[in-house]
């Protein structure tokens, strides 16, 4: 059976202090910058924010409105910050009182769309300085995860086909180009994942292509770790990964890492094994729910259908520069049912995996 992390991960936190302890790194000093869109400052845990930040589009002003918006919950934290709230959404407002600098990255066809979003964001901002006016809390955390979300289409609309080509000894594997909402029902509640193909295409094809044939239906978590993972995808059998019916043979995926500031991913080898020891992945391991291909511990290209939900604990390991980044592939995250992933555990099961939206972006393997 896949054995990961059962020894290593548990030094994992030991290594982490004890470097951070010797060598006196901050987790700040950890966050990469780079020419990727993840803004310099505290590593980001929120895999939404992770998400937009993950597309491949080039619209500066976009950006600092994202990060204008996604500053407001970290002001909150901080005793409530009103006047550095509205400070945010003056830099917001600002940014969409200049629509055509925002409109410069989005196809014609796609103008009328955006032009709406961008009207409809400038009224929420104004309306979000009305609940921080009244010290409104809540109103002021609805308000800013509904404009967020229209960024998230609106970002997505400047995204101007798929930003490279993989490999063609790929091609006899499924890929994503673009990405996927999977609903998953387990036991213990319903979970939602967007998989980015933008950043693993090979990684996140595998994935939807097996949530499409029904292969997680039924399937257990085969192995919990408070603080650290939730595995499943080992069928039953003696089995520990996919068999394509086409072939007979075990479905093996590469390990897929895109590095920010690279233009396409590096495959088959881990960051540590190339030298690039403080590189960070587009997609890092800094969220609660990020979600990783799991594989043997001696074999980066032995992966096939057994994933692992990252239970991030910001308590227990530093967010910006993780030692799980570069040695395994992310290729989404959670979005929506933290609660639900929180109680599951080893035993309990996945009832169905759906693919409600993006399968239209899943690109079937080329015959041979």
Do not use: C, H
């Amino acid at each position: 059976m896949f054995n990961l992390f059962k020894s290593w991960l548990k030094n994992s936190l030991t290594i982490i202090l004890l470097v951070t302890i010797f060598l006196g790194i901050n987790t700040a000093g950890w966050t990469f910058s780079s020419n990727a869109a993840l803004p310099a400052g505290n590593a980001i845990t929120d895999g939404k924010a992770l998400l937009r930040y993950a597309l491949p589009i080039e619209n500066e002003p976009v950006r600092q409105l994202q990060a204008s918006l996604e500053d407001i919950s970290t002001q909150l934290r901080a005793n409530r910050r009103w006047g550095a709230i509205s400070k945010d959404l003056k830099k917001a407002s600002r940014v969409l009182d200049q629509p055509d600098k925002i409109l410069a990255s989005v196809p014609e066809e796609r103008q009328s769309q955006a032009k709406a979003w961008i009207s409809e964001l400038k009224s929420g901002v104004d309306a979000l300085q009305e609940s921080v006016n009244v010290k409104d809390k809540e109103q002021i955390i609805e308000g800013r995860n509904k404009l967020l979300n229209l960024i998230t289409q609106l970002e997505e609309s400047m995204v101007k086909g798929f930003p490279f080509e993989v490999p063609t000894e790929y091609s006899n594997l499924p890929q994503l180009k673009g990405r996927a909402t999977v609903e998953m029902k387990t036991t213990k509640g319903n979970l939602t994942l967007v998989v980015d193909g933008y950043s693993a295409p090979v990684t996140a094809g595998n994935f939807v292509d097996l949530v499409q044939r029904g292969f997680y239906n039924g399937l257990q978590f085969t192995r919990s770790e408070e603080s650290y993972v939730l595995q499943t995808g080992d069928p039953p059998g003696k089995e520990v990964g996919f068999i394509d019916p086409k072939t007979n043979k075990y479905r093996a995926v590469p390990l897929e890492v895109l590095v920010e500031g690279d233009t396409e991913p590096t495959y088959g080898i881990t960051l540590e094994q190339a030298g690039r020891y403080l590189d960070m992945p587009v997609l890092p391991f800094s969220s609660f729910g990020a979600l990783a291909m799991a594989r043997p511990e001696t074999e980066v290209n032995g992966g096939s259908s057994q994933f692992f939900f990252f239970l991030f604990e910001p308590e227990l390991t530093p967010a910006g520069r993780n030692l799980l980044d570069g040695r395994y592939a992310v290729f989404g995250y959670l979005t929506e049912g933290k609660e639900i992933l929180d109680k599951l555990k080893e035993g309990d099961k996945i009832e169905s995996a759906t693919v409600v939206q993006g399968i239209e972006n899943l690109v079937e393997p080329q015959a041979a």
